[in-house]
Structures are given as structure tokens and as C-alpha cells.
């Protein structure tokens, strides 16, 4: 999958004023489901250094770009934040940060990337189900508002839907549609991954379809609210001690050699 990914990012990457921890792809090209025309979203950490975090004058916490970029096959949505912020989004019930940090599509990745990645396990809790119960809420309410309904909010709400269940069932983070799909068969999702494939983000359901995969949405929903419910995930994150001690290391000594996968 990583060989899939425009170059041209590695470079964008590069172009940031402080070393970056990490860069993955995520958004439709991490969800399985991109078109011709998705864009890149590129997320990201980078590490301040000490001098930017002790004085009066903070380096900034959040960064990013989005639209055009010369060399691009197609537009970008780039954000990156420092790792003290990410980190403490780390420990909220945020499963965005921790599908950002395990994306396969890497675009840069450092020893601290790696410490990362072990600690993301003891981040996460049962309560995490209500990110992707609000995420799936967003999307069922952007989806009915529009005229003709389109593809894209459709399957966005059962990824959330079938991540947020196997995140309550295993423990494990998986963002990709079709291979949610291999542990959870949904009638009429695949038909409507190779739909947003040839029509683009602007795919359109045609009439009648929608009321016919709303029974599947509620079947999913029922599936993830009772896997919710029984789940055996802890009830707060252990992880803090060792991103502290992290973050520390990042300040003192930065995240690493980069490389590209």
C-alpha cells in the first residue's frame, strides 16, 4: 500500500520547520474507499524543541495546508500537531490520533513513530465507543441533508460503524473498509465502494437506494451499540507515564533518523 503513495509528499513533509515524529495518509485512501479525485490527508507529528516549549515564545501547536500543491496529482489536506498536543489527544477517547499513528500508508516514520505504535494499545478504552458513535452521527445527518444522497457519507458511516465494533470487540484499530468487510459481511458495501470508485467523491445513490441500505446501517449500528456494551476494554488509558517520558526524549533529543518505508 505504501507504494501507492505520490512521493511528492515525503517532500511537502520535509519542507516543515521542526523534526517530524511521524507522516501517514489517512481519509479515503487509509479507509479503502478513494476515488480519483479524494484528496491527500496527510496527517502528522512534529517534536519542538525545547527552546520553543520553555520560554515566553511557544512554537506553534497545530500546522497544516490544504489545497493545491505544484507536482500533486491531487489536492491536500495536511495537519500536524506538535507532540504534546497529540499526545494528550492520545489519552482522550479520540480513535482519529490512534488510526492516524497505525495507518500502513507511511509517508515518514522515526524510532519515536515506533515507541508510538506499542504504546497506542494502552491508550485505548471502552469509551472510545463514543467517538465513533458521534462520528457515525455526524456523517448519518450529513448524509440526509443531501440531495440526491450521496455515496461518500454512506460509507463513512459504516466504516465507523464496523471500526468502532472491532475496536470494542478486539482491541485493535482497523480504519480499512474491505478488510472490515472480510470480519463483517455487509450486504450492498462493496457495491458501494466500487461505486464511489468510478463516480468520485460526488457519487450520487440512485432513487430508492438509500431506504434499502438503511436496514443494513441499523443492523451495524445495533452490532457496534451491543459490542459497546459488552466490551471488556479498560476503563482509563495506562499510557501516561510513558508518553511523558517520551515527550521528555522528543524535547531533549528529537524523534530520530527519518525515513521512508
Same mark, same amino acid.
Given at each position: 500500500?505504501?507504494?501507492? +503513495?505520490?512521493?511528492?509528499? =515525503?517532500? +511537502?513533509? @520535509?519542507?516543515? $520547520?521542526? $523534526? ?18 479524494? @484528496?491527500? @490527508? ?8 525545547? /527552546? #520553543? ?13 490544504? %489545497?493545491?500543491?505544484?507536482?500533486? @496529482? =491531487? ?8 507532540? &504534546? #498536543?497529540?499526545? /494528550? ?11 492516524? +499513528? !497505525? ?7 522515526? $524510532?519515536?513513530? %515506533? ?8 491508550? +485505548? ?15 448519518? #445527518?450529513?448524509?440526509?441533508?443531501? &440531495?440526491?444522497? =450521496?455515496? #461518500?457519507?454512506? !460509507? ?20 480499512s473498509l474491505p478488510r472490515l468487510l472480510e470480519r463483517y459481511p455487509t450486504p450492498g458495501v462493496p457495491d458501494l465502494v466500487a461505486l464511489k470508485a468510478e463516480g468520485g467523491e460526488k457519487a450520487a445513490l440512485a432513487p430508492g437506494d438509500l431506504a434499502r441500505h438503511e436496514a443494513e446501517v441499523e443492523r451495524a449500528r445495533l452490532a457496534f451499540e451491543e ?6 476494554? *479498560? &476503563?482509563? *488509558?495506562?499510557?501516561? *507515564?510513558?508518553?511523558?517520558?517520551? !515527550? ?14
Amino acid at each position: 500500500m505504501a507504494s501507492d +503513495i505520490d512521493p511528492v509528499l =515525503r517532500e +511537502i513533509v @520535509d519542507m516543515g $520547520p521542526y $523534526p517530524m515524529v511521524f507522516a501517514t495518509v489517512s481519509g479515503a485512501h487509509l479507509y479503502g474507499f478513494p476515488s480519483r479525485d479524494s @484528496d491527500w @490527508d496527510l496527517r502528522g507529528v512534529y517534536a519542538l524543541p525545547a /527552546e #520553543k516549549v520553555v520560554g515566553l515564545e511557544r512554537g506553534p501547536a497545530t500546522m497544516g495546508t490544504s %489545497g493545491g500543491v505544484p507536482g500533486l @496529482d =491531487r489536492e491536500l489536506d495536511y495537519v500536524t500537531h506538535d507532540a &504534546e #498536543k497529540f499526545f /494528550e489527544l492520545m489519552l482522550r477517547r479520540n480513535g482519529y490520533v490512534l488510526e492516524q +499513528i !497505525l495507518s500502513p500508508l507511511v509517508v515518514l516514520t522515526t $524510532p519515536a513513530h %515506533g515507541k508510538l505504535k506499542a504504546l497506542a494499545p494502552a491508550c +485505548i478504552t471502552r469509551h472510545h465507543a463514543h467517538h465513533y458513535r458521534g462520528f457515525f452521527g455526524t456523517e448519518w #445527518k450529513l448524509l440526509h441533508k443531501q &440531495e440526491p444522497p =450521496r455515496v #461518500k457519507p454512506l !460509507l463513512y458511516c459504516f466504516r465507523v460503524l464496523l471500526t468502532g465494533r472491532h475496536l470494542m470487540e478486539t482491541g485493535e484499530v482497523e480504519a480499512s473498509l474491505p478488510r472490515l468487510l472480510e470480519r463483517y459481511p455487509t450486504p450492498g458495501v462493496p457495491d458501494l465502494v466500487a461505486l464511489k470508485a468510478e463516480g468520485g467523491e460526488k457519487a450520487a445513490l440512485a432513487p430508492g437506494d438509500l431506504a434499502r441500505h438503511e436496514a443494513e446501517v441499523e443492523r451495524a449500528r445495533l452490532a457496534f451499540e451491543e459490542a459497546a456494551a459488552g466490551s471488556t476494554l *479498560p &476503563e482509563q *488509558p495506562t499510557a501516561r *507515564p510513558a508518553l511523558h517520558d517520551l !515527550l521528555v526524549r522528543l524535547r531533549l533529543d528529537g524523534p530520530g533518523p527519518a525515513v521512508t518505508p
